[in-house]
């Protein structure tokens, strides 16, 4: 199973379908707001989202659904990487709940060589996050830092750092 791309793999124009979705809990968000010590009761507390906000129900906190697409994308985009260097753009243009599932594909917008080695280079992105419906909720871009072939190859190939098993 490849995880991540080399430089010479990644194709301007290409979109990587991230296989599978996952379905967002409660649990899951409750748990990230707490992780992230985000208490805001639009995430956490469902009587104040009934009774206060126009969605009458919690609304799954958006740096979840971003960590959760950036997850996503890492065996078909970054797997490899050297390094993430920027995140351009993050918006969250509808909203998710308990129970909606997401899924992701990121579209190749450009790769640049680097001009300080020439091992590497950098690879510009674009994650879309949509829900079941195919409704649009999140969207990044983002520049990545990703090894050539021969980069991998002076660093053990595929599977860097693997040992052997004993005898």
């Not at 409750?30 to 609304?59: G, S, W």
């Not at 993050?90 to 990121?106: A, N, Q, V």
Request: proline content about 5%; hydrophobic content about 30%.
């Amino acid at each position: 199973m490849q995880f991540g791309r080399y430089y010479e793999e990644f194709e301007v124009g290409a979109v990587y379908k991230h296989w599978p979705g996952k379905t967002v809990t409660e649990y899951d968000d409750h748990l990230f707001c707490l992780l992230t010590m985000n208490h805001h009761p639009l995430h956490m507390d469902a009587h104040y989202a009934e009774e206060t906000t126009d969605f009458k129900r919690n609304v799954v906190v958006g740096n979840y659904i971003y960590s959760l697409l950036l997850g996503m994308s890492v065996p078909d985009v970054s797997g490899k990487a050297i390094a993430n260097l920027e995140v351009e753009s993050l918006k969250h243009t509808k909203p998710t709940f308990h129970g909606d599932t997401i899924y992701g594909e990121t579209e190749v917008l450009d790769k640049t060589e680097s001009k300080s080695k020439d091992d590497r280079g950098v690879v510009y992105v674009e994650t879309r996050g949509y829900k079941q419906d195919g409704t649009v909720v999140c969207t990044f871009r983002r520049k990545v830092m990703v090894p050539k072939r021969s980069y991998g190859d002076t660093r053990g190939g595929e599977q860097p750092g693997r040992p052997v098993p004993a005898s």
